[in-house]
T-cell receptor, first 115, second 111 residues
Framework: SQTIHQWPATLVQPVGSPLSLECTVE??????LYWYRQAAGRGLQLLFY??????ISSEVPQNLSASRPQDRQFILSSKKLLLSDSGFYLC??????????????FGPGTRLTVL | GDSVTQMEGPVTLSEEAFLTINCTYT??????LFWYVQYPGEGLQLLLK?????DKGSNKGFEATYRKETTSFHLEKGSVQVSDSAVYFC??????????FGSGTRLQVQP
């Protein structure tokens, strides 16, 4: 069966520090991968998605970036964190089959607090 | 553009009460519709889905029917439990590789 991992689970970082969040998927090949952010008390905002190695689409311009160095690895990064980057970051995967409806499966999330 | 509108919460119910969480959508084409649930401190879990008009998705006692004429996908459960307390998200997929989520509805079930 497929599983998705995220780490770290929680992170407290000072403003201006760098960031690296990692997501890995097991049990599937060539998944679509996604990064979402959920601000406190709000819905989900799609940040990035990737349909293959090295292929990244950005939905919202900001100081975050994403990379996909391997088929089942997705990394969210920042060179300098802002206070507004605080939130709950969720990674998700899907496999778009011929008849599929692109159901997305989510990881446990990383709670980031920028101080 | 595509959008999902959910009723604002929190929704507070007593155990064994009937639950309805409203969801309406705006989309071009024929989207698939989803309900996700997020328990405190956790990621999102797929609760149910429907891929075409008049389909009924169901899971764990929850149901939702895809109503194209009213562009709705309301979530219902006949008898809620304390363990159902969570945030519920309605979402749609129009085949453009990303889901569009509603803002979420918090459900609080009191014993």
């Amino acid at each position: 069966s497929q599983t998705i991992h995220q780490w770290p689970a929680t992170l407290v970082q000072p403003v201006g520090s760098p960031l690296s969040l990692e997501c890995t998927v097991e049990g599937t090949s060539n998944p679509n991968l996604y990064w979402y952010r959920q601000a406190a008390g709000r819905g989900l905002q799609l940040l990035f998605y990737s349909v293959g190695i090295g292929q990244i689409s950005s939905e919202v311009p900001q100081n975050l970036s994403a990379s996909r160095p391997q088929d089942r690895q997705f990394i969210l990064s920042s060179k300098k964190l802002l206070l507004s980057d605080s939130g709950f970051y969720l990674c998700a995967w899907s496999v778009l089959g011929y008849w599929a409806s692109d159901t997305q499966y989510f990881g446990p999330g990383t709670r980031l607090t920028v101080l | 553009g595509d959008s999902v509108t959910q009723m604002e919460g929190p929704v507070t119910l007593s155990e064994e009460a009937f639950l309805t969480i409203n969801c309406t959508y705006t989309a071009t084409g024929y989207p698939s519709l989803f309900w996700y649930v997020q328990y405190p401190g956790e990621g999102l879990q797929l609760l149910l889905k429907a891929t075409k008009a008049d389909d009924k998705g169901s899971n764990k006692g929850f149901e939702a029917t895809y109503r194209k004429e009213t562009t709705s996908f309301h979530l219902e459960k006949g008898s809620v439990q304390v363990s159902d307390s969570a945030v519920y998200f309605c979402a749609l997929d129009t085949g453009r590789r990303a889901l569009t989520f509603g803002s979420g509805t918090r459900l609080q079930v009191q014993p």
